[in-house]
């Protein structure tokens, strides 16, 4: 739902007050947003913690997370240039341990796959082409089996988890849900309906299926958003151009 005045004016003062020099773009979707990572070192001194409070004001703080010694934020790469960002989440899958806890700090569970509506998006640029072996959303069977591998493959395949082949570039990618219509978007292009019979959870693993799996995702993350109860617009089963229009960054200016 749009912003009105008066909450802008909410969100600004809540910026300024916790910001850490950056100004979060005001977001249509902010009742929504559970997380928010922008995944850069310009914003805080890990790079990896949650500032979706910053942005939905009916949230108290952080998300609490774990974080492995190889989940760290690089300065070699990154998504975006304007503004500047100073790296992104290189995950090198030794030791790469990342989870939230999205229902911490009056935060939201994901709902069941089979009813619930979410988004959960980012940007990746994969490093490692092998099926299976690059694990990146999970619930770590935390209700179920919930697990996306997203390598620099070039096919999606359906047929054992769900696998993303996103090429070697950094992309979009959109995990949807809506109200248990599943859907899967790469630069908001429709690749396909993904499966899972999970029934909810709170710890959203990332990087990783759990932390004692070795087949880690290999590769960058930058803005990682994860939004309960919206799929925020993003349908349409065009599979030949975009069926709607990618989201800015998370930091408007630092």
């Not at 003062?13 to 990572?37: M, Q």
């Not at 395949?157 to 950094?170: H, L, M, P, R």
């Not at 019979?197 to 930058?222: E, H, K, P, V």
């Amino acid at each position: 739902m749009p912003l009105g005045a008066a909450r802008l004016n909410t969100l600004a003062r809540h910026v300024a007050a916790g910001g850490g020099g950056a100004t979060y773009r005001a977001d249509a979707y902010d009742d929504y947003l559970e997380l928010a990572v922008t995944f850069d070192d310009t914003v805080d001194g890990s790079g990896t913690e949650d500032v979706a409070y910053l942005i939905n004001t009916t949230l108290t703080d952080a998300k609490t997370k774990t974080q492995g010694g190889s989940s760290t934020i690089n300065g070699d790469d990154n998504y975006w240039s304007s503004p500047d960002y100073e790296g992104s989440l290189d995950n090198a899958r030794v030791n790469s341990a990342l989870t939230y806890n999205l229902s911490s700090n009056g935060g939201s569970s994901m709902p069941a796959s089979n009813s619930g509506t979410f988004v959960i998006e980012g940007w990746f640029k994969a490093e490692n082409s092998s099926t299976n072996s690059n694990w990146c959303i999970s619930s770590a069977d935390s209700g179920g089996r919930f697990l996306f591998g997203i390598n620099n493959g070039s096919s999606f395949s359906w047929a054992n988890e769900n696998n993303a082949g996103i090429g070697t570039a950094w992309c979009h990618i959109a995990i949807v849900n809506t109200n248990g219509s599943r859907r899967f978007y790469k630069d908001g292009v429709y690749k396909g309906a993904w499966y899972s019979a999970n029934t909810g959870f709170s710890i959203l693993n990332i990087g990783q299926f759990n932390s004692g799996d070795g087949n880690d995702y290999i590769g960058r993350i930058q803005d990682l958003r994860v939004y309960i109860g919206t799929n925020k617009g993003y349908t349409g089963a065009n599979s030949s151009s975009a069926n709607f229009t990618l989201p800015s960054s998370i930091v408007e200016s630092f």
